[in-house]
């Protein structure tokens, strides 16, 4: 069955400072791979995901993130971190379950706090 | 963008009532919706998935008669939660796949369910 570790359960920037979060997966095959993010009692938010091709994925409010097959890993990054970015961030694989549909395993979720 | 809504956002009910929750994606077709459940500072758990005009699938360890789940339309999938118990408090997530060809699944805000 496919996992995803989450290594680092809380992390504290300072606003400015670059960040990286990481996420490691366990799938036999190419998985779908993306990351969300949530504000404090709130639903998730998509933030990149990559299914195939160029390796290094763009999403929105400025993170990217790289996938490594070797290091079966796919962590996120961003170059400069702003106090709004301070949230819970999920790292998701997507298992194929047929009828053109994904199922999505998630991580435990790294909070981030960010000081002004 | 996609935007799925959930209704209510907070429900507050007395042990051995029924709670239902609506899951409606606004600006797209769903096919399919997923239902998730997280606990405090846990990771979302997938409880079942929804797939319109059809008997929903569960995963092991959750019971389909305590959780009724209905996707009468390609819009709309509601989760009632039945007999509620104080166990059953919990942070409920949906998320629908846009079936015009993005590929992702997108997140309702989530529904706060407080059994007393």
């Known amino acids: 069955a496919q996992s995803v570790t989450q290594p680092d359960i809380h992390i504290t920037v300072s606003e400015g400072a670059s960040l990286e979060l990481r996420c490691n997966y366990s799938y036999g095959a190419t998985p779908y791979l993306f990351w969300y993010v949530q504000s404090p009692g709130q639903g998730l938010q998509l933030l990149l995901k990559y299914f195939s091709g160029d390796t290094l994925v763009q999403g929105i409010k400025g993170f990217e993130a790289e996938f490594k097959r070797s290091q079966s890993s796919f962590n996120l990054r961003k170059p400069s971190v702003h106090w709004s970015d301070a949230a819970e961030y999920f790292c998701a694989v997507g298992l194929y379950s047929g009828a053109g549909s994904y199922q999505l395993t998630f991580g435990k979720g790294t909070k981030l706090s960010v000081i002004p | 963008g996609a935007v799925v809504s959930q209704h209510p956002s907070r429900v507050i009910c007395k042990s051995g009532t029924s709670v239902k929750i609506e899951c409606r994606s606004l600006?797209?077709?769903?096919?399919?919706m997923f239902w998730y459940r997280q606990f405090p500072k846990q990771s979302l758990m997938l409880m079942a998935t929804?797939?319109?005009?059809?008997?929903?699938?569960?995963e092991q360890g959750v019971e389909k008669d305590k959780f009724l789940i209905n996707h009468a339309s390609l819009t709309l999938s509601t989760l009632t939660v039945t007999s509620a118990h104080p166990e059953d408090s919990s942070f409920y997530i949906c998320?629908?796949?846009?079936?015009?060809?993005?590929?992702?699944?997108?997140f309702g805000p989530g529904t706060r369910l407080t059994v007393l």
């Open positions: 929804s797939n319109e005009g059809s008997k929903a699938t569960y």
């Open positions: 600006d797209f077709q769903a096919t399919t």
């Open positions: 998320s629908a796949r846009d079936r015009g060809g993005a590929d992702t699944q997108y």
